[in-house]
């Protein structure tokens, strides 16, 4: 009996060990779908608006890790955040001593997401590599800061879009569009030009997500750029700020 | 027939239309994603080649319309050809709906078939809306060769194509007999098949070496082959030819299916399922 019990709690153990692996595959074929196709590009041409095959890498090993990051911080907030406020199930998140804003954003981390993070540092390695490490240690500084406001985008654009459920709560898919949305963050920021480069570097700036980190690691960030998003970063945050504190005013008001 | 019977004959289907047009109000946020959930990633892809172009002529033999072209096309051939029977097999071992359709005096494949020949239909109505406004607005990038016998074998293939990932899905959706946990197989399976099916970007893009074994699979005659056809891009002989494998694979994929299936079932009623 006891072994029996044995042999299936060691099946059920594998199967999870199967499934560890398998979900650690789809993430690499997830990220490899894209390099696939940059590398055969680059089988034909010799860059694209001015980014080698070795800068390509960098920027996407860059989205990679910054997307992976945020997916474990945000995901199953930001799932969990839409759906009190839709169904008005706030009021217990409110009354924590915490400040509300923090603890709707980052109340439980998803951690299967974190395998991501490898194939992302394999990427910027790569690139880096094959670049000949000509790297400066001011421009690693410079990248860990544009990596961090890469972040502080990514957080602002999906929490400020998330909470836009206090005014817009019929919105069901808000959260595949946010994704479908943030894919472009891996693509150089030099595409997206005219009416599309105004939304992508402004109004969404998914654009300046990846790009700067990836910019300023190879010394190529202009100063104009740089300040330009490091303002951007702040004022997206503060957004943030001001469209929640109206939303839960909002809530509260309606006796949610 | 009088003014007055007419009317009182179509009033049930006015008053239906009028419900129907309400309650798409009612939805137009859900309409307004449809409309954003097509154009972004097609908006992204044009802005990426449209840069990658600048600096070169041609890729792989695509002009750069061509290349807007074939991701418009390869969109419409995905909302028409994707069924997700791998799925639908995975739900019905794993929630006990299977006994109950065992039970009934069908034939489990015929019926599913069935369904998603009734889904197209749905799916071409709902892709088509997004799809048309793209096509309009990116008019000046598109093009198309109209000629109605292409057309017709255009139709043909795609048709094809539905009946090939059907069948294709229900032999990786036997695969649920020997495992319970198909999920993050089946995700694999999606990004790989789309990838060799040409779904994300023309197969022809690649390494000549990979584009000659990728043909040999039944892959490319889910999207590539049909969007090529559609678009007038082969000629008479390649069409006939591909025509063709389409139809030894369905055969193929047919009989694997079937084979596949008796022998889960065994496995499935010796479980007592």
């Not at chain 1, 940059?38 to 080698?52: D, E, P, R, T």
């Not at chain 2, 290349?67 to 929630?95: C, S």
């Not at chain 2, 069409?239 to 889960?264: E, H, S, Y």
Request: aromatic share 14%; with cysteine.
């Amino acid at each position: 009996m006891s072994q029996q019990f044995f042999t299936i709690s060691l099946l059920r153990d594998l199967e999870y060990r199967a499934n560890l692996v398998s979900m650690m595959l789809s993430g690499l074929i997830w990220t490899g779908i894209p390099l696939i196709m940059f590398k055969s590009i680059y089988l034909h041409a010799n860059q694209i608006a001015g980014w080698s095959w070795s800068g390509m890498l960098i920027l996407m090993g860059t989205y990679t890790l910054i997307d992976a990051i945020m997916m474990f911080l945000l995901i199953n907030n930001m799932n969990e955040l839409q759906s009190d406020i839709m169904q008005g199930k706030l009021d217990f998140a409110l009354t924590k001593p915490v400040d509300s804003q923090f603890y709707v954003s980052f109340r439980q981390t998803n951690n299967s997401q974190l395998f991501n993070v490898l194939p992302g540092l394999l990427m910027i390695l790569y690139g880096l590599h094959q670049t000949g490490w000509s790297i400066h240690v001011l421009y690693v500084l410079g990248y860990l800061l544009f990596f961090f406001t890469g972040m502080v985008l990514y957080y602002s654009v999906w929490f400020i879009w998330t909470t836009l459920s206090f005014w817009l709560p019929n919105l069901q898919s808000r959260e595949r569009l946010f994704l479908d949305t943030v894919l472009m963050a891996r693509f150089p920021s030099e595409i997206y030009k005219g009416f599309m480069g105004f939304v992508f570097t402004t109004i969404v700036p998914v654009a300046f997500i990846a790009n700067p980190a990836a910019k300023m690691l190879m010394g190529k960030l202009s100063m104009d750029t740089a300040i330009y998003v490091l303002l951007l970063s702040l004022v997206m945050l503060v957004l943030s700020r001001f469209i929640w504190k109206r939303g839960v005013r909002a809530y509260s008001g309606a006796g949610g | 027939m009088t003014n007055n019977t007419l009317t009182r004959m179509l009033k049930p289907y006015l008053r239906t239309m009028q419900l129907s047009w309400q309650k798409g109000l009612e939805y137009r946020f859900g309409i307004l994603y449809l409309l954003l959930e097509a154009i972004l990633p097609i908006t992204a892809m044009v802005l990426l080649w449209k840069t990658i172009y600048e600096s070169n002529g041609t890729m792989a033999g695509y002009t750069f319309n061509q290349m807007v072209t074939y991701f418009i096309a390869g969109r419409l051939i995905n909302y028409l050809v994707l069924y997700p029977m791998d799925w639908k097999m995975h739900e019905m071992v794993n929630q006990g709906t299977l006994s109950s359709l065992l039970a009934r005096p069908v034939d489990v494949q015929s019926y599913y078939f069935a369904d998603m020949v009734g889904n197209r239909i749905v799916n071409f109505v709902l892709g088509c809306t997004p799809l048309g406004i793209i096509a309009i607005l990116l008019r000046n990038y598109i093009s198309l060769n109209p000629n109605y016998v292409e057309l017709i074998l255009g139709i043909v293939a795609i048709m094809l194509a539905c009946g090939m990932w059907f069948l294709l899905s229900w032999a990786v959706g036997c695969y649920v007999f020997w495992t319970h946990n198909l999920i993050s197989i089946l995700f694999m399976k999606e990004l790989i098949v789309m990838v060799l099916a040409g779904g994300f970007f023309p197969i022809d893009i690649l390494p000549s070496p990979m584009v000659h074994i990728i043909k040999l699979t039944p892959f490319p005659y889910l999207t590539f082959f049909p969007i090529h056809v559609l678009t007038n891009t082969v000629n008479s002989d390649e069409v006939m030819n591909g025509l063709m494998m389409q139809a030894i694979w369905l055969t193929i994929l047919f009989i694997l299916g079937r084979i596949l299936w008796q022998i889960g079932m065994k496995k499935y009623v010796e479980a007592g399922g």
